[in-house]
């Protein structure tokens, strides 16, 4: 019979079934599930984020002078990114309920950049990273000083929400370089800067192929 485009229906190619083999968010059937974890290492893990929001100087000079008719912008984002990072899991469907052990984001006016500058630290011990819930919080933290702005000024940019840095155990850290956009795919089971791909539940490598532990 014929693929009519339907998951779990017609006939797929070898390739096509090696690959939702190898796929750790989609079964068989190509329906979309949550990776297994039940084998992976429990470890401690840790992710940096940052974000900003642009704006023009008299609209930064009102958040900092607490003149925006709205309160306090900076605390209210700071606020909104930590709700962020607590409830990732509700926001991208297909990644696990993390127990944080660590949430600070800081929301900081930099009057040279015209901007209001986030950065979110995120830790918990578990078997999965916590780079999504750092973003998390970096991404909500900006929208919301948007929101807390966009009467005064509904051209400000938020941009640059962008992973710093990503540690698990005792492998080796991931910490982004300054210069040119970095590698964002690559072939399965190969390690790229700017890229950590937690794999090992079907017996690769604890923290992503090619990771190599801290020397001691």
């Known amino acids: 019979m014929p693929n009519d485009g339907r998951p779990g229906e017609g006939v797929f190619d070898e390739g096509s079934r090696a690959e939702r083999r190898r796929a750790t968010h989609f079964e068989r059937t190509r329906r979309p599930r949550m990776a297994d974890t039940t084998d992976w290492p429990v470890m401690p893990h840790s992710a940096v984020a940052e974000a900003e929001v642009s704006m023009a100087q008299e609209t930064l000079s009102a958040i900092v002078d607490g003149t925006t008719g709205k309160g306090d912008v900076l605390s209210v984002a700071e606020l909104a990114g930590v ?12 990644i696990h309920p993390v127990a944080l052990t660590q949430l600070l984001v800081n929301a900081v006016p930099d009057r040279a950049a015209s901007a209001v500058k ?16 750092a973003l998390a919080a970096a991404s909500v933290a900006a929208l919301t ?33 300054a210069g040119p956009a970095q590698v964002a795919r690559a072939p399965r089971g190969a390690r790229v800067a700017g890229r950590i791909t937690p794999t090992f ?15 001691p």
């Open 83 to 94: 709700v962020a990072a607590k409830r990732t899991d509700e926001l991208i469907p297909l």
């Open 118 to 133: 986030i950065r979110a630290e995120v830790a918990a011990v578990g078997p999965v990273g916590v780079e999504m819930e």
């Open 145 to 177: 000083v948007y929101d807390m702005i966009r009467d005064i000024e509904p051209g400000a940019l938020v941009r640059s929400v962008r992973l710093m840095s990503s540690a698990a155990g005792d492998y080796e850290p991931w910490q982004r370089q």
């Open 201 to 215: 539940p079907r017996g690769g490598q604890p923290y992503g192929p090619g990771s190599r532990k801290r020397n």
